[in-house]
């Protein structure tokens, strides 16, 4: 195969092969994926050694005929160190005014950068901030939206396939892990205002918090003529719910409901088959209840060891705790659950 090194144990596979099991060549070549010119080489090279059969370093001997030059490299130098402010732009074509010289732009940066011929500012690495989980069920919440596999559809399929598409909600506590979700068949401000509401009456409380990306189903307002606000910002205004967004592009800060969605698809969509959205609304539901009911490591309890618990231990221990003083908490529960 073009571009490819063998090692030299391959190489004396292949040989004994061909010479020791008298393999046909061509057979050999097929099935080691080589040149038939290549073991006609190793066979001259082979001495009975594993050191005969060793790589050889690819480097030239000699330089590249257009490799910069000793003239060049001093003429770089030079004005590098005349002007060490200049931009790379200009400083190529400062060459190519004084000196002629015809390289491209990115083999001047490359040659300089390559070697180290001006001091490049060292940047901060930057470190993450540990994440603040918090203790009592009711303070954050992380929603997420993700797409139901296609190939788990297996009902008719209409001529414009890009119609029969669906997507699942996800809404999880981050205190508990205790998850809500939910199929539709849009991915819309409506929809989202309608998870919202329904995500409230499982979980029996209204959150402080909601986190979410900056998906349009979360962000773009209403439309022209309307407020500039989301539907989904309109009902956690009145529930006095704080939105709050995550940095772009870094889906990590919302981890909880993205591992969770890893979950669904070791676990769920793996096996799953629907023929219409009344069984995957059936089939999530039961889904969302085993989710709940099944132990996870990363829960802890009183003495913050890490403990298998599942989310609804998790939620009426911590229940229990704020009903003994033990833990402080402002949850509001909705009147359904309070009764």
């Known amino acids: 195969m073009k571009g490819k090194k063998y090692s030299a144990r391959e190489k004396r596979k292949a040989l004994a092969m061909w010479l020791d099991e008298k393999k046909d060549v ?13 073991l006609y080489r190793w066979r001259r ?9 060793q790589n050889k370093s690819s480097r030239p001997h000699t330089p590249h005929p257009m490799s910069h030059t000793d003239a060049e490299r001093e003429y770089i130098v030079e004005l590098l160190q005349e002007r060490p402010d200049i931009s790379y732009a200009e400083a190529l074509g400062e060459l190519r005014t004084r000196y002629g010289y015809s390289r491209t732009y990115f083999g ?40 139901v596999p296609r190939e788990c559809y297996k009902g008719v399929m209409p001529s414009d396939e890009k119609r029969t598409r669906f997507f699942q909600y996800t809404m999880i506590d981050e205190a508990t892990r205790e998850r809500f979700i939910y199929p539709y068949t849009e991915q819309s401000a409506r929809a989202t205002r ?25 962000t773009n307002p209403r439309g022209a003529g309307c407020k500039k606000v989301h539907i989904a910002d309109e ?24 591992r969770s969605h890893r979950s669904d698809n070791e676990g769920f969509y793996r096996t799953l088959t ?27 309890d009183r003495d913050g060891k ?26 509001r529960f909705i009147k359904k659950h309070v009764a």
């Open 26 to 38: 061509e057979l050999v070549a097929y099935k080691f994926k080589c040149t038939i010119q290549s």
């Open 235 to 258: 009902i956690m205004n009145k529930l006095k719910i704080k939105h709050q967004l995550i940095r772009a592009y870094t889906p990590r800060h919302n981890g909880k409901v993205e």
């Open 306 to 331: 890490r403990r298998w618990q599942t989310p609804l231990q998790k939620r009426a221990e911590l229940l229990e705790m704020l009903k003994a003083g033990d833990i402080e908490g402002n949850i």
């Open 108 to 147: 001047f940066y490359r040659f300089v950068v390559k070697n180290s011929l001006r001091p490049t500012e060292e940047r901060e690495r930057y470190i993450a901030k540990p994440y603040d989980t918090p203790q009592m069920l009711g303070v954050k919440m992380q929603m997420d939206v993700k797409y």
């Open 45 to 53: 090279a082979y001495n009975g050694t594993l050191e005969s059969l």
């Open 194 to 218: 309608d998870f919202i509401k329904r995500a409230i009456v499982f979980f029996g409380y209204i959150p402080a918090c909601i986190q979410t990306d900056n998906g349009g189903e979360f």
């Open 274 to 300: 629907f023929t219409d959205y009344d069984e995957l609304k059936v089939k999530m539901q039961d889904w969302c209840n085993r989710y709940n009911n099944r132990p996870h490591s990363s829960l802890r």
